[in-house]
């Protein structure tokens, strides 16, 4: 079933020989590695988002929306291709490519002398929205067992930097280089990322030898991209045009015939029964609604700070992008701090509290908002709790993944993890902008929206954070024992001959 072996820290046996189970310099820069890469996600989407009014110039088009749409599309019609592809042929080789040609279609953008190449580029750097999934994939194959659970959960809450330097970094390089300056800043970004994982981290020692099921990939890719770029558009299209419908509907019989096709292949894309398990359900649906709520925040806040309060009445303050940053900087902080001290504490309190003291805090922050907005103590302090739910949240998820799932199904498991958190995400956030959009008020020749709007916006936000609690308090997994008794790569492949071969 596999290709190498690597001994566990913590399953060697008797006559095995002892392998230290604390952090080392190697251990610490490959961790360190792993999160600045899978933090490029994040930050590379903040980069570009800054960037689109330079890039409309530059290239003189008013379709500038294709540079953040493409690259979606693109991540949704591969990530299951990728993800099961890192449980046959190694994690630490699919991050590598994926990396390799995101940093390609960086280069590719920066240089594009036309609009359609750009996009081409655009397309390619979608790779690298999967690349946190497979980031922690690996670290459960690799790392000793317990320290996995902080090195899994910094994996993904070391992205709140992206709230605190992005906006700062985008405008310096814009203004100093030009739009397009942020492509090859992410490009040289990625590089050294490339070369930091190759001297760091080893392969995981996990293969798992099946073919790979094309037809699924292919039905759940495109029902995945069709149903993202059906809510996508639906507001700008509408609901009942013949586009809309047609996108939604031919998503939804994607995904029914792959349920179909997986039930009869004899080596499935996943694993259906793990889908139907409880643990991975309420995983899938937990993951879902942290990043609606989320979601639904990060994207309205900013039009909310900026919006001049003689518009707005009884909320906005006429910020510029720096007046955001200023608000969205503590929140990052907050992020990062909760995200580093559960992931230390898990094998004392698990993940489970954690995941539940985070929802309470994205319900009762959104809510919060949507009540008190006048001032701006009241948005700044409201923000740094969510930011602290967002912490505790995004760091539990994936280690609720790694104790749902199999080592063997790891990666394609992590991809399904990170399709729901897409689609519940673009749909959440469709339902808040409809309420705004129902309330947009003219003035001074902009368009904004109403105080209503934004209190139902804040409130959906709110109730996905209810959601969440339910689902956290169902979990059946994610304690203390769970946490240090999770299966790793090394698990998986323990045997009569198995190689002596840790990170050390």
Same mark, same amino acid.
């Given at each position: 079933?596999?290709?190498?072996?690597?001994?566990h820290?913590?399953?060697?046996?008797?006559?095995?020989?002892s392998v230290d189970?604390?952090w080392?310099?190697? #251990?610490?820069?490959?961790?360190?590695?792993?999160?600045?890469?899978?933090?490029?996600?994040?930050?590379s989407?903040?980069l570009?988002?800054t960037a689109?009014?330079?890039?409309?110039?530059h290239y003189?088009?008013d379709?500038v929306?294709?540079?953040?749409?493409?690259a979606?599309?693109?991540?949704?019609?591969?990530m299951?291709?990728?993800g099961?592809?890192?449980?046959l042929?190694?994690?630490?080789?699919?991050l590598?490519?994926?990396?390799?040609?995101?940093?390609?279609g960086?280069?590719l953008?920066?240089?594009?002398?036309?609009?359609?190449?750009f996009i081409?580029?655009r397309a390619?750097?979608?790779?690298?929205y999967?690349?946190?999934?497979?980031? !922690?994939s690996?670290?459960?194959?690799?790392?000793?067992k317990?320290?996995?659970?902080?090195?899994?959960?910094?994996?993904l809450?070391?992205?709140?930097?992206?709230?605190?330097?992005?906006?700062f970094l985008?405008?310096w390089?814009?203004?100093?280089?030009?739009?397009?300056?942020?492509?090859?800043? /992410?490009?040289?970004?990625?590089a050294? =990322?490339?070369?930091?994982?190759?001297?760091?981290?080893?392969?995981s020692?996990?293969?798992?030898?099946?073919?790979? %099921?094309?037809?699924?990939a292919?039905?759940?890719?495109?029902?995945?991209?069709?149903?993202?770029?059906?809510?996508?558009?639906?507001?700008?299209?509408g609901w009942?045009?013949?586009?809309?419908?047609g996108?939604l509907?031919?998503g /939804?019989? =994607?995904?029914?015939?792959?349920l179909?096709?997986?039930?009869?292949?004899p080596e499935?894309?996943?694993?259906?029964?793990?889908? #139907?398990?409880?643990?991975?359900?309420?995983?899938?649906?937990?993951?879902?609604?942290? !990043?609606?709520a989320?979601?639904i925040?990060?994207?309205?806040?900013?039009?909310?700070? *900026?919006?001049?309060?003689?518009?707005?009445?009884?909320?906005?303050?006429?910020?510029d992008?720096?007046?955001?940053?200023?608000?969205?900087?503590?929140?990052?902080?907050?992020m990062? /701090?909760?995200g580093?001290? =559960?992931?230390?504490k898990?094998?004392?309190?698990?993940?489970r509290?954690?995941?539940?003291?985070?929802?309470?805090?994205?319900?009762g922050s959104?809510?919060?908002?949507a009540?008190?907005?006048?001032?701006?103590?009241?948005?700044?302090?409201?923000?740094v709790?969510f930011?602290?739910?967002?912490?505790?949240t995004y760091?539990?998820?994936p280690n609720?993944?790694?104790?749902?799932?199999?080592?063997?199904?790891?990666?394609?498991?992590?991809?399904?993890a990170?399709?729901? *958190?897409?689609?519940g995400?673009?749909?959440?956030? *469709?339902v808040?902008?409809?309420?705004?959009?129902?309330?947009?008020v *003219?003035?001074g020749?902009?368009?904004?929206?109403?105080?209503?709007? !934004?209190?139902?916006?804040?409130?959906?936000?709110?109730? =996905?954070? @209810?959601v969440?609690? @339910?689902?956290?308090?169902?979990?059946?997994?994610?304690?203390?024992?769970?946490?240090?008794?999770?299966?790793?790569?090394a698990?998986a492949?323990?045997?009569a001959?198995?190689?002596e071969?840790?990170m %050390?």
């Amino acid at each position: 079933m596999v290709a190498e072996s690597f001994s566990h820290p913590d399953t060697a046996g008797p006559g095995h020989h002892s392998v230290d189970r604390t952090w080392t310099p190697r #251990r610490v820069l490959g961790l360190l590695a792993i999160v600045l890469l899978a933090e490029l996600a994040a930050f590379s989407y903040n980069l570009v988002a800054t960037a689109l009014p330079g890039i409309a110039a530059h290239y003189r088009t008013d379709q500038v929306g294709w540079t953040i749409t493409i690259a979606n599309l693109a991540a949704a019609v591969v990530m299951a291709v990728v993800g099961k592809l890192a449980d046959l042929r190694g994690k630490r080789l699919m991050l590598l490519v994926a990396t390799g040609l995101a940093a390609l279609g960086a280069v590719l953008s920066a240089l594009a002398p036309n609009y359609a190449l750009f996009i081409v580029g655009r397309a390619l750097q979608g790779l690298l929205y999967i690349t946190p999934a497979l980031a !922690y994939s690996l670290i459960r194959d690799v790392f000793p067992k317990r320290i996995i659970a902080f090195a899994v959960a910094v994996t993904l809450t070391g992205s709140g930097i992206t709230f605190i330097l992005a906006p700062f970094l985008a405008g310096w390089l814009i203004d100093s280089f030009g739009a397009l300056s942020i492509f090859w800043f /992410v490009a040289i970004y990625e590089a050294v =990322c490339i070369v930091a994982v190759l001297a760091l981290l080893p392969e995981s020692p996990l293969r798992v030898k099946a073919r790979l %099921d094309w037809p699924g990939a292919v039905l759940l890719g495109l029902g995945g991209a069709a149903l993202v770029f059906g809510l996508g558009e639906g507001p700008e299209w509408g609901w009942g045009s013949p586009a809309v419908l047609g996108l939604l509907i031919g998503g /939804v019989v =994607c995904f029914a015939a792959w349920l179909w096709w997986d039930r009869s292949f004899p080596e499935p894309l996943i694993n259906l029964p793990l889908l #139907r398990s409880r643990p991975m359900w309420t995983t899938l649906l937990l993951g879902a609604s942290v !990043y609606a709520a989320t979601g639904i925040v990060s994207s309205i806040v900013p039009s909310m700070l *900026q919006t001049p309060r003689e518009v707005g009445g009884g909320y906005g303050f006429g910020s510029d992008a720096i007046g955001v940053a200023y608000f969205l900087s503590p929140l990052g902080a907050a992020m990062v /701090v909760a995200g580093f001290l =559960c992931g230390a504490k898990a094998a004392r309190w698990g993940i489970r509290t954690p995941m539940i003291t985070g929802a309470v805090l994205l319900a009762g922050s959104a809510l919060g908002l949507a009540i008190w907005h006048s001032h701006a103590w009241q948005v700044a302090g409201l923000l740094v709790l969510f930011g602290a739910g967002m912490g505790a949240t995004y760091g539990g998820l994936p280690n609720l993944v790694v104790q749902a799932s199999p080592p063997e199904q790891q990666g394609i498991a992590s991809i399904m993890a990170l399709e729901g *958190q897409n689609i519940g995400t673009v749909v959440l956030i *469709q339902v808040a902008f409809a309420a705004l959009t129902a309330n947009v008020v *003219q003035a001074g020749g902009g368009v904004f929206y109403s105080e209503t709007g !934004y209190r139902v916006a804040f409130a959906v936000a709110a109730g =996905c954070g @209810l959601v969440s609690l @339910l689902l956290a308090v169902l979990l059946p997994h994610g304690r203390r024992q769970d946490v240090l008794g999770v299966r790793t790569g090394a698990d998986a492949t323990t045997g009569a001959h198995q190689t002596e071969r840790v990170m %050390d």
